[in-house]
């Protein structure tokens, strides 16, 4: 499986301490990396190793605060040298890192190498690294001390890695003849690697602390100060550290002549039974604690939603870690193959990039490669996105084999998916306002235009201006009035419920008596207009749980526009019915000239009501149908219409039943 998690990074732009603590108290960032036992994160995350205690000690002595942070060792180098962290315990001195960054003058420990090798291979002399590949620690000093051997370059290959642990498991691998590590080191894990380390050691190196390059150099004193003085005191911090951490060096190994004779002695006196018994137990402990860190590497994998995988490049063979297959959804039994791979887990627009990316990596020489981000199909298939970075391993001057790490990334993705749509939606509310208030000032300017230039005219009459005529413009600048201050009103309304100060008082309504006075104040407007408004003889339906003021209002603005968006000699009917979801539809329908198919979609859109020209007639909707959807979704109910163009419209809301109401209603119609 072709997916992988990002490596975790150093984030910040923390400045450097200038008096050994940030001015505004910020405690002081300490690089750490897996080294133990000199310095390493436990189990628990925590600091832990020589280093870390003595810091602590120099630190209670100092007054300062501590803030750990994770780092490779290559990364620990950088992070010093450009600020973001301000020590880095655990550095051997060279003139190349003393131009990066500043060192403590007292070294705080002393350190030599080691060169391990699977068992069988010795090495006691430079001249047993002939032909040999070494993995060793990039830019470590043991990595420099190599380069810099007086005539052995070309005698050995050096092959550099990322970590000590990487050195040895190249070694146990069989992709590195020999690891140089440092003597605590290789003495926590060479049993654990099965290797053994080689009677020359190598290097000799004391070990400082690293400050940052603007650390300052009166408070570097004071460390060095604090830290010879543990040195100089048997019962101090420093020694407790010592022991608990490094103790005493073990003892050097026998003969091997005496060995046999040991053995021999033993084998007389307890016949075997005591040493197998023992081995015995030995061994069940060791494997009781090796599945043990399994299942919590795997716990730990499952609760992260982190995954790995192995490919073989000569065989093609596929093996994926228990995470990953939870990842995957698929079980223990489920077979790992590559054809699976890209046949069915890589999503089809992803895959062919995501094998391309590999492809180009191996081909250009890459050891490390990523993050990559891109998405799986479980075997569900559902989808997830996941954020890889990938390991390529050689051997022989080629790869032989791609370790993968993968995590699930599906939540963050779904977030910043969410985040840019909901800025998009901003954007676009943004440009709906403006568009919303251009449009508005064009409808609040036409009724204006027209009071003035009636008031202009009559102003400017000459006296033989006959009466019907001024009345004509005083009936005009009227009904530009009237135009204006509901167009006001649906504005104020409009306002209110956008900015939750429109309240609304549910209860029992009965619907047949808002009808009927609705039609009665709204008949003269009518009439005069040569439209027959009526009601549709439906059946009785039940009450409504409504605010009656509000429903009346929904009910006048619906027959206000049938009225004024139909044709002379046209009628407008009311209705009303139950539903079969036992909601009631109260709807208005005229015979106008209905609404254009392109325009239906903005109806009730106050933006889309205000562009251009009216929707139903030449006057110019309003905001009404936008102030309708609003008040009767603040009622709990919804809105809708139906139009075809030449015919007329049907405009709805539908209600909710009262709680007491019956099945069949106890009101009864009016026409």
Request: glycine share 10%.
């Amino acid at each position: 499986m072709l997916a992988f998690l990002p490596p975790a990074a150093a984030s910040g732009t923390a400045a450097a301490a200038q008096s050994g603590a940030d001015a505004d108290g910020a405690p002081l960032r300490v690089g750490i990396y897996q080294n133990p036992p000199k310095l390493f994160l436990d189990r628990q995350g925590e600091p832990a190793g020589l280093f870390p205690d003595v810091l602590a000690a120099v630190a209670a002595e100092l007054g300062w605060d501590l803030d750990y942070r994770p780092c490779t060792w290559t990364g620990c180098l950088e992070m010093l040298a450009d600020g973001r962290i301000d020590i880095l315990p655990d550095v051997a001195h060279t003139a190349q890192r003393a131009a990066a960054f500043k060192f403590s003058q007292v070294p705080v420990l002393r350190s030599f190498s080691y060169f391990y090798a699977r068992p069988g291979t010795l090495v006691r002399s430079l001249d047993d690294l002939r032909g040999r590949s070494i993995a060793v620690l990039r830019d470590s000093v043991q990595h420099r001390a190599l380069q810099q051997l007086p005539g052995r370059q070309g005698d050995f290959r050096i092959q550099p890695t990322d970590s000590h642990e990487a050195s040895l498991q190249a070694v146990a691998g069989g992709t590195a003849d020999l690891a140089v590590v440092n003597n605590f080191l290789g003495r926590e894990m060479e049993a654990r690697f099965a290797l053994s380390r080689s009677e020359m050691t190598f290097n000799p190196t004391p070990l400082y602390l690293g400050f940052s390059p603007v650390f300052d150099d009166g408070a570097i004193e004071r460390v060095d100060a604090v830290v010879a003085a543990l040195q100089s005191d048997p019962q101090s911090a420093y020694f407790g550290a010592y022991d608990q951490w490094l103790g005493p060096e073990p003892p050097p190994i026998l003969p091997a002549w005496l060995y046999w004779l040991a053995g021999a002695a033993v084998l007389a006196l307890l016949v075997g039974t005591g040493f197998i018994f023992l081995l015995r137990r030995r061994v069940a402990q060791a494997t009781r604690e090796l599945r043990h860190s399994q299942e919590q590497l795997i716990e730990a994998q499952l609760l992260a939603r982190f995954g790995d995988f192995t490919w073989d490049l000569q065989t093609d063979a596929l093996d994926w870690s228990p995470g990953l297959r939870a990842l995957l959804g698929v079980t223990a039994d489920d077979p790992a193959s590559l054809d699976r791979v890209t046949d069915e887990i890589h999503h089809p627009e992803d895959g062919a990039r995501v094998m391309q990316w590999i492809s180009d990596a191996i081909d250009a020489g890459a050891t490390v490669i990523g993050p990559e981000s891109y998405r799986l199909i479980r075997k569900d298939g559902s989808i997830i996105h996941v954020e890889a970075n990938v390991r390529i391993e050689r051997a022989g001057g080629r790869a032989v084999r791609v370790f993968g790490t993968c995590h699930d990334v599906t939540a963050r993705v779904m977030a910043e998916n969410a985040l840019l749509a909901a800025k998009q939606e901003a954007e676009r509310m943004g440009r709906a306002k403006t568009d919303f208030l251009a449009g508005m000032s064009h409808e609040l300017r036409t009724p204006l235009n027209a009071i003035i230039g009636f008031a202009e005219m009559l102003d400017l009459a000459p006296a033989s201006v006959g009466e019907e005529k001024r009345r004509d413009y005083v009936r005009s600048i009227r009904q530009a009035g009237e135009q204006l201050l509901a167009l006001v009103n649906e504005i104020l309304d409009l306002a209110g419920v956008e900015a939750g100060r429109m309240r609304f008082t549910l209860e029992a309504v009965e619907i047949d008596g808002i009808i009927a006075e609705s039609i009665s104040q709204t008949r003269p407007i009518a009439e005069r207009a040569g439209i027959e408004v009526h009601r549709a003889p439906d059946g009785p339906v039940p009450r409504v749980l409504a605010d009656p003021m509000r429903l009346r209002q929904v009910l006048l603005n619906y027959l206000s526009n049938a009225i004024r968006y139909n044709r002379r000699g046209g009628t407008v009917t009311v209705s009303a019915a139950r539903q079969p979801d036992g909601w009631v539809r109260l709807s208005v329908a005229d015979t106008g000239r209905g609404i254009p198919a392109a325009r239906q979609a903005h109806v009730f859109d106050a933006v889309g009501s205000l562009r251009g020209d009216a929707l139903l007639a030449g006057e110019g909707a309003g905001i009404g149908l936008t102030v309708v959807k609003r008040i009767a979704e603040g009622m709990g109910g919804r809105v809708g219409f139906e139009s075809r163009e030449g015919w007329g419209s049907t405009f709805w809301c539908d209600l909710p039943p009262a709680p007491d109401s019956s099945s069949a209603g106890d009101a009864t119609g009016t026409g």
